[in-house]
Protein backbone atom coordinates (compact mmCIF):
# COMPACT_ATOMS: atom_id res chain seq x y z
CA UNK A 1 0.00 0.00 0.00
CA UNK A 2 1.29 3.57 -0.76
CA UNK A 3 1.61 6.06 1.52
CA UNK A 4 -1.45 8.70 1.78
CA UNK A 5 -2.17 12.30 2.95
CA UNK A 6 -5.15 14.56 3.09
CA UNK A 7 -6.61 16.20 -0.65
CA UNK A 8 -7.26 19.80 0.75
CA UNK A 9 -6.89 21.49 3.99
CA UNK A 10 -9.15 21.52 6.94
CA UNK A 11 -9.83 23.89 9.30
CA UNK A 12 -11.30 23.96 13.23
CA UNK A 13 -11.58 26.11 15.86
CA UNK A 14 -12.20 26.02 19.84
CA UNK A 15 -11.51 25.95 23.06
CA UNK A 16 -8.98 23.51 24.73
CA UNK A 17 -10.63 21.11 26.93
CA UNK A 18 -7.71 21.07 29.88
CA UNK A 19 -6.67 25.22 29.45
CA UNK A 20 -9.96 26.79 27.99
CA UNK A 21 -7.49 29.01 25.35
CA UNK A 22 -9.11 29.07 21.37
CA UNK A 23 -7.31 27.72 19.21
CA UNK A 24 -7.38 27.87 15.35
CA UNK A 25 -6.07 24.62 13.73
CA UNK A 26 -5.67 24.14 10.08
CA UNK A 27 -5.12 20.74 8.53
CA UNK A 28 -2.83 20.34 5.34
CA UNK A 29 -1.36 17.72 3.28
CA UNK A 30 1.96 16.83 3.01
CA UNK A 31 4.67 15.25 0.87
CA UNK A 32 5.38 11.93 1.17
CA UNK A 33 7.95 10.51 3.97
CA UNK A 34 6.89 13.84 6.18
CA UNK A 35 4.59 11.76 8.84
CA UNK A 36 2.39 14.01 10.94
CA UNK A 37 4.30 17.22 12.26
CA UNK A 38 2.50 19.63 14.35
CA UNK A 39 4.08 23.85 13.46
CA UNK A 40 3.02 26.72 16.35
CA UNK A 41 2.48 29.33 13.79
CA UNK A 42 2.38 32.01 16.71
CA UNK A 43 6.05 30.49 17.44
CA UNK A 44 7.27 29.60 14.49
CA UNK A 45 8.01 26.30 15.63
CA UNK A 46 7.63 22.78 14.35
CA UNK A 47 7.04 19.72 16.28
CA UNK A 48 6.92 16.26 14.79
CA UNK A 49 4.11 14.24 16.34
CA UNK A 50 7.08 11.51 18.14
CA UNK A 51 7.16 9.61 21.30
CA UNK A 52 10.24 11.00 21.95
CA UNK A 53 8.48 14.50 21.64
CA UNK A 54 6.08 13.87 24.66
CA UNK A 55 6.74 16.13 27.59
CA UNK A 56 3.46 15.25 29.86
CA UNK A 57 0.51 12.70 30.12
CA UNK A 58 -1.36 14.28 32.80
CA UNK A 59 -4.76 13.78 31.65
CA UNK A 60 -3.59 14.15 28.09
CA UNK A 61 -0.71 13.89 25.16
CA UNK A 62 1.65 16.96 24.91
CA UNK A 63 4.91 16.98 23.14
CA UNK A 64 7.26 20.04 22.72
CA UNK A 65 10.31 20.96 21.09
CA UNK A 66 12.55 23.62 22.47
CA UNK A 67 10.19 26.04 24.34
CA UNK A 68 7.38 25.01 22.14
CA UNK A 69 4.46 22.92 22.97
CA UNK A 70 1.44 21.65 22.33
CA UNK A 71 -1.38 19.58 24.20
CA UNK A 72 -4.15 17.34 23.83
CA UNK A 73 -3.09 15.47 20.51
CA UNK A 74 -3.99 12.65 20.88
CA UNK A 75 -8.01 13.28 19.57
CA UNK A 76 -6.41 14.49 15.82
CA UNK A 77 -3.41 11.45 15.98
CA UNK A 78 -5.84 8.97 16.20
CA UNK A 79 -8.23 10.20 13.59
CA UNK A 80 -5.12 10.43 11.47
CA UNK A 81 -4.34 6.77 11.55
CA UNK A 82 -7.82 5.32 11.82
CA UNK A 83 -8.62 6.80 8.66
CA UNK A 84 -5.08 5.99 7.08
CA UNK A 85 -3.24 9.40 6.96
CA UNK A 86 0.42 8.93 7.07
CA UNK A 87 1.63 12.51 6.00
CA UNK A 88 -0.08 15.66 7.55
CA UNK A 89 0.59 19.05 8.81
CA UNK A 90 -1.26 20.76 11.55
CA UNK A 91 -0.57 24.38 12.08
CA UNK A 92 -2.09 25.75 15.51
CA UNK A 93 -2.08 29.43 16.85
CA UNK A 94 -2.01 28.51 20.65
CA UNK A 95 -0.99 25.29 22.90
CA UNK A 96 -4.01 23.46 22.72
CA UNK A 97 -5.86 21.39 20.28
CA UNK A 98 -9.37 21.97 20.21
CA UNK A 99 -11.55 19.69 22.09
CA UNK A 100 -14.69 19.91 19.66
CA UNK A 101 -17.16 17.34 20.76
CA UNK A 102 -14.34 15.60 23.39
CA UNK A 103 -14.10 13.37 20.53
CA UNK A 104 -12.33 12.49 17.02
CA UNK A 105 -15.79 12.61 15.41
CA UNK A 106 -15.60 16.23 13.19
CA UNK A 107 -12.04 15.22 11.79
CA UNK A 108 -13.16 11.73 10.55
CA UNK A 109 -16.53 13.37 8.90
CA UNK A 110 -14.44 15.82 7.07
CA UNK A 111 -11.81 13.75 5.77
CA UNK A 112 -13.56 10.49 5.03
CA UNK A 113 -15.87 13.23 3.21
CA UNK A 114 -13.43 13.56 0.37
CA UNK A 115 -11.33 10.46 0.83
CA UNK A 116 -7.49 10.85 1.00
CA UNK A 117 -4.48 11.24 -2.34
CA UNK A 118 -2.50 8.79 -3.05
CA UNK A 119 1.17 9.58 -3.09
CA UNK A 120 4.14 7.82 -4.81
CA UNK A 121 5.71 6.58 -1.98
CA UNK A 122 5.21 3.13 -0.67
CA UNK A 123 3.25 3.10 3.42
CA UNK A 124 6.65 2.27 5.61
CA UNK A 125 5.11 -0.58 8.20
CA UNK A 126 6.72 -0.90 11.17
CA UNK A 127 7.46 -4.60 12.57
CA UNK A 128 8.38 -5.42 16.11
CA UNK A 129 11.59 -8.65 16.38
CA UNK A 130 9.16 -9.90 19.81
CA UNK A 131 6.45 -9.14 21.94
CA UNK A 132 6.82 -5.95 23.63
CA UNK A 133 4.67 -5.64 27.42
CA UNK A 134 4.79 -2.26 29.55
CA UNK A 135 3.07 -2.59 33.07
CA UNK A 136 2.71 -0.32 35.45
CA UNK A 137 2.40 -1.97 38.80
CA UNK A 138 0.72 0.68 40.60
CA UNK A 139 -2.34 0.53 38.85
CA UNK A 140 -2.30 -3.10 37.63
CA UNK A 141 -2.25 -1.53 33.74
CA UNK A 142 -0.36 -2.96 30.57
CA UNK A 143 0.16 -2.46 27.15
CA UNK A 144 1.33 -5.70 25.06
CA UNK A 145 3.04 -5.25 21.70
CA UNK A 146 2.45 -8.81 19.37
CA UNK A 147 4.20 -8.85 16.18
CA UNK A 148 1.04 -9.91 13.70
CA UNK A 149 0.26 -9.21 9.96
CA UNK A 150 -2.16 -6.60 10.19
CA UNK A 151 -2.98 -3.90 12.90
CA UNK A 152 -5.52 -4.44 15.51
CA UNK A 153 -6.53 -3.56 18.58
CA UNK A 154 -8.19 -4.92 21.76
CA UNK A 155 -8.75 -3.50 25.24
CA UNK A 156 -9.89 -3.76 28.58
CA UNK A 157 -10.86 -0.45 30.69
CA UNK A 158 -11.66 -0.80 34.36
CA UNK A 159 -11.95 1.83 36.83
CA UNK A 160 -14.06 -0.32 39.45
CA UNK A 161 -16.96 1.48 38.42
CA UNK A 162 -20.95 0.74 39.10
CA UNK A 163 -21.80 2.65 36.44
CA UNK A 164 -19.08 2.05 34.18
CA UNK A 165 -18.71 -1.70 34.85
CA UNK A 166 -15.92 -3.15 32.94
CA UNK A 167 -15.70 -2.89 28.80
CA UNK A 168 -14.09 -3.87 26.30
CA UNK A 169 -13.09 -2.59 22.96
CA UNK A 170 -11.58 -3.92 19.33
CA UNK A 171 -10.86 -2.41 16.42
CA UNK A 172 -8.80 -3.43 12.90
CA UNK A 173 -8.92 -1.96 9.49
CA UNK A 174 -11.71 -3.84 8.51
CA UNK A 175 -13.95 -1.62 11.00
CA UNK A 176 -15.19 1.68 10.24
CA UNK A 177 -12.98 4.20 12.46
CA UNK A 178 -15.10 7.06 11.35
CA UNK A 179 -18.58 5.61 12.48
CA UNK A 180 -17.51 3.16 15.42
CA UNK A 181 -14.28 4.26 17.13
CA UNK A 182 -14.06 8.45 16.11
CA UNK A 183 -17.88 9.72 17.41
CA UNK A 184 -16.66 8.08 20.85
CA UNK A 185 -16.39 11.19 23.57
CA UNK A 186 -13.83 11.59 26.28
CA UNK A 187 -15.27 11.06 30.11
CA UNK A 188 -14.31 12.17 33.75
CA UNK A 189 -16.15 11.13 36.58
CA UNK A 190 -17.63 13.84 38.61
CA UNK A 191 -15.87 13.52 41.65
CA UNK A 192 -12.82 14.05 39.81
CA UNK A 193 -14.15 17.53 38.01
CA UNK A 194 -14.00 19.58 41.24
CA UNK A 195 -10.22 18.20 41.61
CA UNK A 196 -9.02 19.12 38.58
CA UNK A 197 -11.00 22.31 38.19
CA UNK A 198 -9.40 23.47 41.81
CA UNK A 199 -6.03 22.62 39.69
CA UNK A 200 -6.76 24.96 36.87
CA UNK A 201 -8.23 22.45 34.81
CA UNK A 202 -10.91 21.34 32.49
CA UNK A 203 -11.60 25.05 31.93
CA UNK A 204 -13.14 24.35 28.46
CA UNK A 205 -15.00 21.45 29.41
CA UNK A 206 -18.62 21.30 29.13
CA UNK A 207 -21.32 18.75 28.80
CA UNK A 208 -21.04 18.89 25.27
CA UNK A 209 -17.47 17.89 25.02
CA UNK A 210 -17.38 15.40 27.78
CA UNK A 211 -19.36 12.67 29.71
CA UNK A 212 -19.47 12.68 33.18
CA UNK A 213 -19.67 9.37 35.12
CA UNK A 214 -21.71 10.07 38.31
CA UNK A 215 -20.48 7.33 40.97
CA UNK A 216 -21.35 8.08 44.41
CA UNK A 217 -24.17 9.66 45.35
CA UNK A 218 -24.18 13.46 45.06
CA UNK A 219 -26.93 16.07 46.34
CA UNK A 220 -28.86 18.90 44.29
CA UNK A 221 -26.39 21.45 45.82
CA UNK A 222 -23.37 20.27 44.62
CA UNK A 223 -24.60 19.64 40.73
CA UNK A 224 -25.87 22.73 41.26
CA UNK A 225 -22.12 23.86 41.67
CA UNK A 226 -21.57 21.59 38.94
CA UNK A 227 -24.17 23.09 36.56
CA UNK A 228 -22.34 26.65 37.12
CA UNK A 229 -18.80 25.37 36.59
CA UNK A 230 -20.29 24.18 32.86
CA UNK A 231 -22.76 27.14 32.26
CA UNK A 232 -25.43 25.13 32.29
CA UNK A 233 -28.65 25.96 34.09
CA UNK A 234 -29.95 23.10 34.91
CA UNK A 235 -28.19 19.31 35.43
CA UNK A 236 -29.76 16.30 36.66
CA UNK A 237 -27.85 12.60 37.54
CA UNK A 238 -29.81 10.27 35.04
CA UNK A 239 -30.73 7.36 36.39
CA UNK A 240 -27.47 5.30 34.93
CA UNK A 241 -25.61 7.51 36.47
CA UNK A 242 -24.26 9.98 34.06
CA UNK A 243 -24.83 13.87 34.46
CA UNK A 244 -27.75 14.88 32.23
CA UNK A 245 -28.02 16.25 28.85
CA UNK A 246 -26.26 13.88 27.02
CA UNK A 247 -27.15 10.47 25.45
CA UNK A 248 -24.44 7.65 24.92
CA UNK A 249 -23.54 7.10 21.34
CA UNK A 250 -22.59 3.36 22.33
CA UNK A 251 -22.77 1.65 25.19
CA UNK A 252 -19.46 1.61 25.57
CA UNK A 253 -18.51 4.91 24.73
CA UNK A 254 -16.10 4.98 27.27
CA UNK A 255 -14.16 2.29 26.54
CA UNK A 256 -14.19 2.96 22.74
CA UNK A 257 -12.69 6.52 23.78
CA UNK A 258 -9.96 4.99 25.49
CA UNK A 259 -8.93 2.83 22.33
CA UNK A 260 -9.32 6.12 20.62
CA UNK A 261 -6.89 7.49 22.08
CA UNK A 262 -4.63 3.98 22.58
CA UNK A 263 -5.06 4.68 18.49
CA UNK A 264 -3.55 8.40 18.94
CA UNK A 265 -0.80 7.81 21.78
CA UNK A 266 0.75 4.84 19.65
CA UNK A 267 0.93 6.56 16.25
CA UNK A 268 3.84 8.51 18.17
CA UNK A 269 6.35 5.53 17.29
CA UNK A 270 6.24 7.05 14.12
CA UNK A 271 4.12 5.33 11.83
CA UNK A 272 2.01 1.92 11.36
CA UNK A 273 2.63 -0.87 12.98
CA UNK A 274 2.39 -4.82 11.86
CA UNK A 275 1.32 -6.29 15.37
CA UNK A 276 -1.92 -7.17 17.84
CA UNK A 277 -1.97 -4.31 20.49
CA UNK A 278 -4.01 -5.29 23.66
CA UNK A 279 -4.16 -3.49 26.61
CA UNK A 280 -5.58 -3.34 30.30
CA UNK A 281 -6.23 -0.20 31.38
CA UNK A 282 -4.66 2.02 28.99
CA UNK A 283 -3.77 5.69 29.46
CA UNK A 284 -1.68 8.22 28.32
CA UNK A 285 1.36 7.52 30.41
CA UNK A 286 1.86 3.70 29.75
CA UNK A 287 0.10 4.28 25.90
CA UNK A 288 3.40 7.00 25.00
CA UNK A 289 6.07 4.52 26.94
CA UNK A 290 4.71 2.07 25.01
CA UNK A 291 5.14 4.02 22.07
CA UNK A 292 8.74 4.79 23.52
CA UNK A 293 10.00 0.95 23.73
CA UNK A 294 8.44 0.37 20.31
CA UNK A 295 10.78 3.19 18.81
CA UNK A 296 13.90 1.67 20.47
CA UNK A 297 12.92 -1.95 19.55
CA UNK A 298 12.33 -0.80 16.02
CA UNK A 299 15.97 1.18 15.97
Not at 110 to 134: C, K, M, N, W
Not at 156 to 182: M, N
Not at 244 to 256: I, V
Amino acid sequence: MNQQTLVKEYQFEGKGLHTGVYTHMTLKPAAAGTGIVFVRTDLGAEIPALAENVTNTARCTLISKGEASISTIEHIMSAFTGLGVDNAIVEVDNGEIPILDGSARFYAEAISADGLLEQDAPRHYFTVPEEIEIKDEKTGSWVKISPADHLSYDITVDFGSRVLGVQTAHWDESVSYATEIAPCRTFVFFHEVQYLAAQGLVKGGDVDNAIVVVEHPVDDATVEQMARLFNQPLLKVTPEGYLSNLTLRFPNECGRHKLLDLIGDMRLAGGYLLAHISAYKPGHTINTNTAKAVQKAIK
